[in-house]
């Protein structure tokens, strides 16, 4: 058991799924036509736009593959999130044109963020690349390959206020059937100083409700057991009904405009066997509706994943965030009072944001000892070209300060999540299982509603199953356990 323990800590310390992580696509094989092969980067809104961009392509004849030499059409779908991110991406195109120069006739695309960043420049400087489409330009893509085939470089950078591809099934990509995600909102109108996702991204818009629990009532048709509905922002979701479904949304009791607490509900009730989660809840707009409405509905996971960035008010401010740090403590009293003390939190950190003191960082560590989160993802300031912090605040923290900065909050998380899993063991938790643990085939892995992974004896149990699993031990990232029949 503590070989397992350590062997299982090292893996989801590796798995940090939040950031720059990478997927590639699987195999189909109708043996229609040309074989596509993406690489995605960045967070699971380009992940689910992968699944997008295959189902258009699919439609066009395209079989995917996992295996890029295979690939007639090779995309990476990029995130500009923080410099090392786009410096992945660079890195990876050198590795493709060592691929391109055996194929000369491989088509080499990038797509998502840094694509919507850099636009013609991606152009002029990776000369590899053949085609350029930014996040709202996927209809685009069969067109673009067409100007492509034709022997020309294909941009397209245009930004919509309107495009939430509701109408389009995506195809699942390395799916395990049992987990998916849904974009029920593109872009984000926040404008923190530090991120570049607004001018990537374009304007908020939201997506019709109707195509939400539409595509969430197929998938579990189809056998899924989990939806995480998805956006930047997703307490600003927002829908004012309109003839095509107002019919729709008044025999849901809906008469004006749906909020994310009404979205949540009517996903909610699609099934209780649907488990509902969310990401990304913002603190100056997720409400007590939202709170109430995971309370009521045992299948809304007791969750939330609520990014405070700093724990200082005259940074928060400096970010643009919208809330101080006695307002973001309040909320998570809320939360607490609502949901009870078992419900999951997490967070993402910066340090070394323009101007932070010893003192502000300092202050940082001690909301972490007042919320004592369950998990956090956590960054060094990264100065993002175009951003308002890059125009108005100097970027005067050396990274050896930030570097240190961010040991010291990774520590203080790391202690925390433990404690926070040492308060599981000797509970019975609900876990909808995901398939087998990374570790061994004799073990299974799934969730528990807090989003704690929880590895036990796989005994007859099988994928999409929900297990009641006594924990018995931890680590800082996983429960470990046995069913209880
Ligand atoms: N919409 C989400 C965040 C999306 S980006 C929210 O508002 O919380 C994911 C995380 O990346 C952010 O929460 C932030 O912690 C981090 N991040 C964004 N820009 C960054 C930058 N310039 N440098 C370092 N980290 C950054
Ligand atoms: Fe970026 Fe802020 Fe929007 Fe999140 S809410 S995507 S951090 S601008
Ligand atoms: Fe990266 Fe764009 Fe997501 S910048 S984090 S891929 S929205």
Redesign the pocket.
């Known amino acids: 058991m503590e070989n397992l323990v350590q062997d299982l800590t090292i893996l989801n310390e590796n798995n940090a799924e ?3 992580t990478v997927k590639t696509t699987p195999d189909q094989n109708t043996g229609k036509g040309r074989k596509l092969y993406i690489e995605s ?6 992940f689910a736009d992968s699944e997008i961009v295959a189902s258009i392509l699919n439609k066009e004849g395209f079989d995917t593959t996992s295996d890029i030499a295979q690939a007639d059409v090779v995309f990476l ?5 923080r410099e090392k ?1 786009e410096q992945t991406v660079r890195n990876r195109l050198t590795h493709i044109n060592g691929l391109k120069k055996q194929k000369p006739e491989l088509l080499v695309g990038v797509l ?3 694509a ?2 850099l636009k013609s420049k991606f152009l002029e400087e990776e000369k590899i690349v053949d085609l350029v489409a930014g ?1 709202d330009a996927y209809r685009d893509l069969p067109q673009l390959i067409n100007q492509v085939d034709d022997g020309e470089k294909a941009i397209n950078t245009f930004l919509s206020r309107e495009e939430t591809y509701a109408d389009i099934t995506p195809v699942r990509l390395n799916s395990n059937g049992v987990i998916a995600f849904i974009s029920i909102m593109r872009g ?1 109108d926040n404008m923190c100083t530090f991120c ?2 607004p001018f ?2 374009g304007r908020e818009r939201s997506r019709d409700p109707q195509s939400i629990v539409a595509e969430a009532q197929d998938l579990f048709n189809k056998g899924f057991r989990e939806v995480t509905l998805l956006g ?1 922002n997703v307490d600003s979701y927002k829908w004012s009904a309109e003839e095509n479904n107002k019919a729709w949304l008044e025999k849901k009791g809906i008469t004006n405009t749906v909020t994310f607490a009404n979205l949540l509900e009517m996903v909610a009730q699609v099934s209780p066997e649907l488990r509902i989660r969310f990401s990304t809840s913002h603190p100056k707009d997720i409400t007590d509706d939202v709170l109430h409405t995971m309370a009521k509905y045992e299948n809304i996971c007791k969750y939330i994943h609520l990014p405070v960035q700093s724990g200082n008010s005259r940074i928060l401010d400096m970010m643009n965030r919208g809330y101080t740090r006695e307002w973001y403590l309040d909320k998570i009293k809320s939360i607490r009072h609502i949901l009870g003390e078992s419900c999951g939190i997490s967070s993402d950190m910066i340090t070394g944001f323009c101007s932070e003191t010893e003192e502000e960082h300092q202050e940082t560590l001690s909301l972490m000892d007042e919320v004592q989160y369950d998990f956090a993802y956590m960054f060094f300031y990264s100065e993002r070209p175009g951003t308002l912090a890059e125009k108005k605040f100097k970027d005067d923290i050396d990274e050896e300060t930030k570097k240190r900065r961010l040991n010291e909050i990774i520590q203080k998380q790391t202690a925390h999540s433990l404690q926070r899993n040492k308060l599981d063991v000797g509970k019975i938790h609900q876990v909808l299982v995901e398939g087998f643990s990374k570790r061994s085939e004799e073990y299974l892995q799934g969730r528990n509603t807090a989003n704690k992974v929880v590895v036990f004896p796989k005994e007859n149990f099988s994928k999409g199953q929900y297990v009641h699993v006594l924990v018995t031990d931890c680590t800082g990232a996983t429960l470990l356990g046995k069913a209880v029949h």
Not at 77 to 81: A, E, F, G
């Open positions: 939040n950031c720059e980067y960045g967070c699971q809104m380009n779908n990029t995130c500009s999130i991110a998502g963020c840094m919507e960043r996040p984000c570049v996702v990537t991204r930047q």
